[in-house]
Structure formats: structure tokens, C-alpha cells
């Protein structure tokens, strides 16, 4: 049957969109491995290189417009317009729908990636093949998710601009859809966006999120290509503010996460451990850590290693997230999993590609690192940032081990339940690592690179330490807490905050050198 008022022709735009968008990508990746070949013909294939990514970028823009385009002007003869909108919702869940399916929200990210990219390009300076290359390589992984084309009958990714009924042809037999007409019949309207997710938090979480997520591979980037290249200790200082800058991101968007479950969706506090919002948490832990001995390195070139592996790690465990929260395993233990669209195995292949990359590299280079000249000492700022990095790495591993149970499940043929009471569960775990880390965050500032003077580490730390157990007793007293973690927890937290304050006034007088 041919329906009348279809809008066709933009479906068929978006699609030329989604192509152009992974042939450039990989183009773009093949060309600037070429171009970080020192050889006459690099500047060639560098020009070769921009182009093509510029290319994929403006592609990338055009799936977007096209997208919201469809989406702001009800085109519900398409099935993601339909599934995720209707008429009666305002602008500002509008734009929500964009985000909220699966297509939309690996579209946000390959967004982000492709504005990085740009920045990257005018930026990264002899950096720019490796690390575009690496970049590139992982948008050709991003663009395939929206391919929706089937290869030997596996289906490779998920299109936006699938027509509603070619996507459902069941709903050819109902009574609606036998109307040439139905686009113009009033009662025809789409699904709308989840009730529980019509919130300004939709609006600006995501967002927030999937920019953390995207600046992870800067980071990693620059460590494959110190490795690649063989410049072992020079990547970390060009790679080292976006860390931070990515710590700062994504750190904000796993606290939006955590206020919005607290005030909308009733999980009984601001962190319930659901394993949604664990996958976005134990990257962000690592992250903290690989920025932290990355600056360790960049002072003394010390914790190489450690550099390459968390700032790697990250990166895959980000991966590793998408392919929890999207493969369907999670639907039965996390309240907003994604559904199984059928692309499991692509994400398995996507996260398998870069973890074999990573491994890889570090085992065939790691034997010709740079020796440290002397271990850091015991009373130094960089050994209590090492041990801090460590902490977190032991921390994030039992969180997203035991978030990964329906995972061992599969893999080993077990049944094993999640525990019933699941955030006393984690807390009885996760409390020391937090007494601990918080301890380290007060009394790392206090120490100096190198060595410190202990005499004069005491003299300094004292009056924050005091103020910090007697503030703690009087909220203690006044909390009426009887839990001895609870209570360290107390102590540690304003231990760290008086303890910032005290560093921070001190750099005001100029007394921190």
C-alpha cells in the first residue's frame, strides 16, 4: 500500500548522512595512520586525513539536523520519532527524545567525539596523526552502530530513520494502518518519552554524561600513540588536562545522575547502586586515578606504568559500561537498562578491538620503559597519590565485578541472586575505600614532591586534624551515629574539607611553595 504525506525523502538524507559518515571515518583513520609514518609522503596523507575527518564531522551534523529536524515536526511514519515522541510534549522534552533511544544516544556521543576531534586537530600539534588516527578509529566503531544494515545476516547497528512500518510490518493489519491516510488521522500520535524521564535532568544529564564519556578517549588516544610512537614519558603532558577536564565532566554528570535518582525517581537516596549508574561511576574512578599519576609523572616521570594502564583502562571500562547498560543483560537487576536491539556482538567486538589493541602494546613495549632512577620516598605528595590511584583501582574492580554478576551468570552458567539488600551490600565494601581516599585527599595536601620534612608535616596538619575530631564528636553527638564506619567516614570527610581549606588559605597568603 502507498501512503499519502510519508516524508521519504529526508529518511533517505539522513541515511546518505549515516554512510558518508562511516566511509570518512574510516578514511579519515586509515589516512592519519599513514600520515604518523615519518616518511615524504605523511604530509600528503595528513591533508588527506583532515579533510576526510572534516568530512565525517559535517556528516555527523547532518544526522543530527536531520534527526531533530524529523523529531521538532512530528514525522511519525518514522519508528524513532514515533517510539520516543508525541505531540503534546513540550521543546525541551523534544530535545530529550533525541537522547533518549539507543540510536540518539550513540549519536550524542559520536557528537562529542566528533567536536573533540576538531579541537584536537588544531591543538594536538605533532601529536595530531597518532592521535587522530586512534580518535578516528573509534568514530568508524561509532558510525557502524548506526548503520542498521544486515552483513551475512548479522544485523551491524541500529538506524534512526527506519520507517515505522518497515521496521513493524505487524502493525500493517491494524485497523489505523490499512488508512493511506493515517498521517493525517488526529488520533495517530506517537508513544511519547517515558513519563519517569519528562525531567529538566533529561534535558542536561545526558548530555553532561556522554561529553565525560567522549573526553576518556583523549586520554586514551595519547597513550596509544606514546606507545605507538615509542615516546613513552611525552604524551602525558599534552594528554594531562583533558584528564582532568574529564574527571571534572564526567564526575558532574555521575552527581547529576545521583540528584536526579534522589529527587524524581524514588530510588531511597541520592546512591542506590544501581548497576546504570555504577557503570558510569567505576570509569570516573579510574579516570580520577590515571589523571593523578599521570601528574605524578609529568613532576618526576615516575608511575609509567601505571599511567599507561588506568588512562587505557578507562577508556575500555567506558566500553565495557556500553555493553552492560546496552546488550540487555542488566533488564533484569538495573530500573533503566537499555533492551536488547540486537547488537551485542558488535559492542563485544567493539570493546574486544581496543582491549587487544591495549594490551598489546603495553606488553610489547613496556620492557623498554624508562627506568626509575629511585623509588619515591615513604614522606613525599606522589607516593600517597600513588597509593590513592591504587585504591581507587581496588575499589572500582569490586564495584563493577559485582555490577557484572548477571555477566559471570551467562558466562559460567550460574544462577547466583544479587544480594537482597544491595546498597548495605556495597556500602560494607565501599565505605573503607571512601574512609581511605578521603583520608589520602586531607593529608596529601600536606606533603610535598619528593620529600617532605615530617617535623614540619606535623606542625601543619595539626590544627585541621584537631579541629576535625572535635567537629566530628559534635556531629557524632548531634547525629546520634553508632556505626564505627559511619563515624570514620564522618571524621575523614570534614578531615579533607578543613584540610583543603587550611591548604587553599595558605596558597592565598603565598605560604605553599
Request: proline residues 4%; positive net charge; aromatic residues 18%.
Given at each position: 500500500?502507498?501512503?499519502?504525506?510519508?516524508?521519504?525523502?529526508?529518511?533517505k538524507?539522513?541515511?546518505?548522512?549515516?554512510?558518508l559518515?562511516?566511509?570518512?571515518?574510516?578514511?579519515?583513520s586509515?589516512?592519519?595512520?599513514?600520515?604518523?609514518?615519518?616518511?615524504?609522503?605523511?604530509?600528503?596523507?595528513?591533508?588527506?586525513?583532515?579533510?576526510a575527518?572534516?568530512?565525517?564531522a559535517?556528516?555527523?551534523?547532518g544526522?543530527?539536523?536531520?534527526?531533530?529536524?524529523?523529531?521538532?515536526?512530528?514525522?511519525?511514519?518514522?519508528e524513532?520519532?514515533?517510539?520516543?515522541?508525541?505531540?503534546?510534549?513540550?521543546?525541551?522534552?523534544?530535545?530529550?527524545c533525541?537522547?533518549?533511544g539507543?540510536?540518539?544516544?550513540?549519536?550524542?556521543?559520536?557528537?562529542?567525539h566528533?567536536?573533540?576531534?576538531l579541537?584536537?586537530?588544531?591543538?594536538?600539534?605533532?601529536?595530531?596523526?597518532?592521535?587522530?588516527?586512534?580518535?578516528?578509529?573509534?568514530?568508524?566503531?561509532?558510525a557502524?552502530?548506526?548503520?542498521?544494515?544486515?552483513?551475512?545476516?548479522?544485523?551491524?547497528g541500529?538506524?534512526?530513520?527506519?520507517?515505522?512500518?518497515?521496521?513493524?510490518?505487524?502493525?500493517?493489519?491494524i485497523?489505523?494502518?490499512k488508512?493511506?491516510?493515517?498521517l493525517?488521522?488526529?488520533k495517530?500520535?506517537?508513544?511519547?518519552?517515558?513519563?519517569?524521564?519528562?525531567?529538566?535532568w533529561?534535558?542536561?544529564?545526558?548530555p553532561?554524561l556522554?561529553?565525560?564519556?567522549?573526553?576518556?578517549?583523549?586520554p586514551?588516544?595519547?597513550?596509544?600513540?606514546?606507545?605507538?610512537?615509542k615516546?613513552?614519558?611525552?604524551?602525558i603532558?599534552?594528554?594531562?588536562?583533558?584528564?582532568?577536564?574529564?574527571v571534572?565532566?564526567?564526575?558532574?554528570?555521575?552527581?547529576?545522575?545521583?540528584a536526579?535518582?534522589?529527587?524524581?525517581?524514588?530510588?531511597?537516596?541520592?546512591w542506590?547502586?544501581?548497576?546504570?549508574?555504577?557503570?558510569?561511576l567505576?570509569?570516573?574512578?579510574?579516570?580520577?586515578?590515571?589523571?593523578?599519576?599521570m601528574?605524578?609523572?609529568?613532576?618526576?616521570?615516575?608511575s609509567?606504568?601505571?599511567?599507561?594502564i588506568?588512562?587505557?583502562l578507562?577508556?575500555?571500562?567506558?566500553?565495557?559500561?556500553t555493553?552492560l547498560?546496552?546488550?540487555g543483560i542488566?533488564g533484569?537487576?538495573?530500573?533503566?537498562?537499555?533492551?536488547d536491539l540486537g547488537?551485542?556482538?558488535?559492542?563485544?567486538?567493539?570493546?574486544?578491538?581496543?582491549?587487544?589493541?591495549?594490551?598489546?602494546?603495553?606488553?610489547?613495549?613496556w620492557?623498554?620503559?624508562p627506568?626509575?632512577?629511585?623509588?619515591?620516598?615513604?614522606?613525599?605528595?606522589?607516593?600517597?597519590m600513588?597509593?590513592?590511584?591504587?585504591?581507587?583501582?581496588?575499589?572500582?574492580?569490586?564495584?563493577?565485578?559485582?555490577?557484572s554478576?548477571?555477566?559471570?551468570?551467562?558466562l559460567?552458567?550460574?544462577?547466583?541472586?544479587?544480594?537482597?539488600?544491595?546498597?548495605?551490600?556495597?556500602?560494607?565494601?565501599q565505605?573503607p575505600?571512601?574512609?581511605?581516599?578521603?583520608i589520602?585527599?586531607?593529608?596529601?595536601?600536606?606533603f610535598?614532591?619528593?620529600?617532605?620534612?615530617?617535623?614540619?608535616?606535623?606542625?601543619?596538619?595539626?590544627?585541621?586534624?584537631?579541629?576535625?575530631?572535635i567537629?566530628s564528636?559534635f556531629?557524632?553527638y548531634?547525629?546520634?551515629?553508632?556505626?564505627?564506619?559511619?563515624?570514620?567516614?564522618?571524621?575523614?570527610?570534614?578531615?579533607?574539607?578543613?584540610?583543603?581549606a587550611?591548604y587553599?588559605?595558605r596558597?592565598?597568603?603565598?605560604?605553599?611553595?
Amino acid at each position: 500500500m502507498e501512503y499519502i504525506g510519508e516524508h521519504l525523502l529526508i529518511g533517505k538524507v539522513g541515511n546518505v548522512f549515516v554512510i558518508l559518515s562511516f566511509i570518512f571515518a574510516l578514511v579519515a583513520s586509515i589516512s592519519y595512520f599513514f600520515s604518523a609514518k615519518d616518511n615524504e609522503e605523511a604530509v600528503s596523507w595528513k591533508g588527506i586525513a583532515r579533510n576526510a575527518f572534516r568530512i565525517h564531522a559535517l556528516s555527523v551534523i547532518g544526522i543530527v539536523a536531520t534527526l531533530f529536524i524529523m523529531l521538532m515536526n512530528h514525522y511519525f511514519e518514522y519508528e524513532y520519532v514515533w517510539h520516543h515522541s508525541n505531540r503534546e510534549m513540550p521543546m525541551r522534552y523534544i530535545l530529550s527524545c533525541f537522547w533518549e533511544g539507543q540510536e540518539g544516544s550513540f549519536l550524542l556521543w559520536t557528537f562529542w567525539h566528533v567536536v573533540l576531534g576538531l579541537i584536537l586537530q588544531y591543538t594536538s600539534k605533532n601529536w595530531e596523526a597518532p592521535v587522530m588516527a586512534t580518535v578516528s578509529l573509534v568514530q568508524v566503531f561509532l558510525a557502524s552502530m548506526l548503520l542498521g544494515i544486515f552483513v551475512f545476516g548479522h544485523k551491524i547497528g541500529s538506524n534512526p530513520f527506519t520507517v515505522l512500518l518497515r521496521e513493524h510490518p505487524d502493525f500493517a493489519n491494524i485497523p489505523l494502518f490499512k488508512d493511506p491516510h493515517y498521517l493525517q488521522n488526529p488520533k495517530f500520535d506517537g508513544r511519547g518519552l517515558n513519563p519517569l524521564l519528562q525531567n529538566y535532568w533529561m534535558t542536561i544529564h545526558p548530555p553532561t554524561l556522554f561529553l565525560g564519556f567522549a573526553l576518556t578517549v583523549i586520554p586514551f588516544a595519547y597513550a596509544i600513540a606514546g606507545l605507538w610512537k615509542k615516546k613513552y614519558n611525552e604524551w602525558i603532558k599534552p594528554a594531562l588536562p583533558w584528564a582532568f577536564f574529564g574527571v571534572m565532566v564526567l564526575g558532574t554528570g555521575v552527581l547529576m545522575g545521583g540528584a536526579w535518582a534522589y529527587e524524581a525517581l524514588s530510588f531511597g537516596g541520592f546512591w542506590a547502586w544501581d548497576p546504570v549508574e555504577n557503570a558510569s561511576l567505576v570509569p570516573w574512578l579510574t579516570l580520577v586515578g590515571a589523571a593523578h599519576v599521570m601528574l605524578i609523572n609529568k613532576n618526576n616521570g615516575q608511575s609509567l606504568l601505571l599511567s599507561f594502564i588506568l588512562a587505557i583502562l578507562t577508556f575500555i571500562l567506558i566500553l565495557y559500561s556500553t555493553f552492560l547498560t546496552r546488550s540487555g543483560i542488566l533488564g533484569e537487576t538495573s530500573v533503566h537498562a537499555f533492551t536488547d536491539l540486537g547488537m551485542s556482538g558488535q559492542l563485544l567486538i567493539y570493546l574486544l578491538s581496543f582491549l587487544v589493541l591495549g594490551i598489546i602494546l603495553i606488553a610489547v613495549n613496556w620492557k623498554n620503559f624508562p627506568k626509575q632512577k629511585q623509588e619515591e620516598e615513604v614522606w613525599s605528595r606522589e607516593f600517597w597519590m600513588f597509593v590513592g590511584a591504587i585504591v581507587l583501582l581496588v575499589s572500582s574492580f569490586q564495584i563493577m565485578f559485582y555490577t557484572s554478576l548477571p555477566v559471570w551468570n551467562k558466562l559460567f552458567s550460574m544462577n547466583k541472586a544479587p544480594a537482597k539488600d544491595i546498597v548495605n551490600f556495597y556500602n560494607s565494601w565501599q565505605l573503607p575505600f571512601a574512609f581511605l581516599v578521603t583520608i589520602l585527599i586531607a593529608v596529601g595536601q600536606y606533603f610535598k614532591y619528593k620529600r617532605t620534612d615530617i617535623k614540619e608535616f606535623a606542625r601543619r596538619i595539626t590544627f585541621s586534624f584537631c579541629a576535625s575530631i572535635i567537629l566530628s564528636a559534635f556531629m557524632v553527638y548531634i547525629l546520634n551515629y553508632n556505626k564505627l564506619f559511619y563515624i570514620l567516614l564522618m571524621f575523614s570527610s570534614i578531615f579533607a574539607v578543613l584540610a583543603n581549606a587550611d591548604y587553599l588559605f595558605r596558597v592565598l597568603k603565598g605560604k605553599v611553595r
